[in-house]
């Protein structure tokens, strides 16, 4: 089975800071790993994803996280924070080599980007 | 191109009684999953159907159903409506059934049971 940490469920930064929200994971096989955003009142949209490839993964509107197997860490950053990223921002796990297409995620970060 | 389709958006049912949503997927799609989230809370996997067969189904009571139709749009069921259902209903496509395929998630239906 697997699950998803994510340390803290709020946090806020300044415009033009860095922002960094924390996600750790288990799992019993190597796993796919993803960060969503929510915008209030949608459905989530993909930032980017591991799936194995280089273990820094570029996403879009900035944003990047490092896989770090020896940490079981998916860290998602951004080097400065904009007004319009402030949204909900949830890590996810997916089984490798499964035939299902299961996501299993953490309870979110709320991101407020103070001006 | 027409995203993730999902209807209603929104609705109020009382305790005990059933519901339907709906999804029409991405246009050539053929898995689609479900997700209920609680708020304050991240989704958690209801089903997933791929080919209109169910290749998955998460911790929930057997009040929740589902199907997979011929033109891959979904159905969700969920019978005997408690108020801890009241959640965001999140449906999501993908174009293969797999773990590393990216998942294209619909604007939900918010169920709100009084």
């Known amino acids: 089975a697997q699950s998803v940490t994510q340390l803290g469920s709020h946090v806020s930064v300044s415009e033009g800071a860095l922002v960094l929200l924390r996600c750790n994971y288990s799992s019993s096989v190597p796993p796919y790993l993803f960060w969503y955003v929510q915008y209030p009142n949608q459905g989530l949209q993909l930032l980017l994803k591991y799936t194995s490839a280089a273990t820094l993964v570029k996403g879009i509107n900035g944003f990047e996280a490092e896989f770090k197997k020896s940490e079981t860490s998916f860290h998602l950053t951004k080097p400065s924070a904009h007004m319009s990223d402030a949204a909900e921002y949830f890590c996810?796990?997916?089984?490798?080599?499964?035939?299902?297409?299961?996501?299993?995620f953490g309870s979110g970060t709320q991101l407020t980007v103070l001006p | 191109d027409a995203g993730v389709t999902q209807s209603p958006t929104h609705l109020i049912k009382t305790r005990g009684q059933q519901v339907t949503l709906r999804c029409s997927p991405i246009?050539?799609?053929?898995?689609v999953s479900w997700y209920q989230q609680v708020l304050g809370q991240g989704p958690q996997f209801i089903f997933q159907y791929y080919e209109k067969e169910e290749r998955g189904r998460g911790n929930f009571p057997d009040r929740f159903s589902a199907r997979q139709f011929p033109n891959y749009s979904s159905e969700l069921n969920v019978n005997a409506l408690l108020l801890g259902d009241s959640a965001l209903y999140l449906c999501?496509?993908?174009?293969?059934?797999?773990?590393?395929?990216?998942?294209?998630f619909g604007q939900g239906t918010r169920l709100t049971v009084v």
């Open positions: 996810a796990v997916s089984v490798r080599d499964s035939s299902a297409r299961q996501l299993t």
């Open positions: 999501a496509s993908s174009l293969q059934g797999q773990g590393n395929t990216e998942a294209f």
């Open positions: 246009s050539g799609h053929k898995s």
